[in-house]
């Protein structure tokens, strides 16, 4: 059974930094797409990133680049989120999922996270 468990969510303030963990099992992690993506409050789904384990190339949206940063450890079956210099506009809650952009099969329950003064 595949599952994805997100933590690392909380209050920060704006230009704060947070790193988001994913924990995964029940599939083979270090040959998988992973993605995050994320759902401010009244809007649709948002792809932030995405990393091919295999090959460790990664992906952002342009709202995201140059502040966020996707890893993995492939030991430790858990994917990052790396979050610096938040706006206001990062607050959402922030999903885990198995596969590349658009092509997700899997996802987490989600952790929330609130950028506020």
């Known amino acids: 059974e595949v599952q994805l468990v997100e933590s690392g969510g909380g209050l920060v303030q704006p230009g704060g930094s947070l790193r988001l963990s994913c924990a995964a099992s029940?599939?083979?992690?270090?040959?998988?797409?992973m993605s995050w993506v994320r759902q401010a409050p009244g809007k649709g789904l948002e792809w932030v990133s995405s990393?091919?384990?295999?090959?460790?190339?990664?992906y952002y949206a342009d709202s995201v680049k140059g502040r966020f940063t996707i890893s993995t450890d492939n030991a430790k079956n858990t994917l990052y989120l790396q979050m610096n210099s938040l706006k206001s506009e990062d607050t959402a809650v922030y999903y885990c999922?198995?596969?590349?952009?658009?092509?997700?099969?899997?996802w987490g329950q989600g952790t929330q996270v609130t950028v506020s003064s």
């Open positions: 999922a198995k596969g590349p952009a658009g092509i997700e099969d899997y």
């Open positions: 990393i091919y384990s295999y090959s460790s190339n990664t």
């Open positions: 029940g599939f083979t992690f270090s040959s998988s797409a």
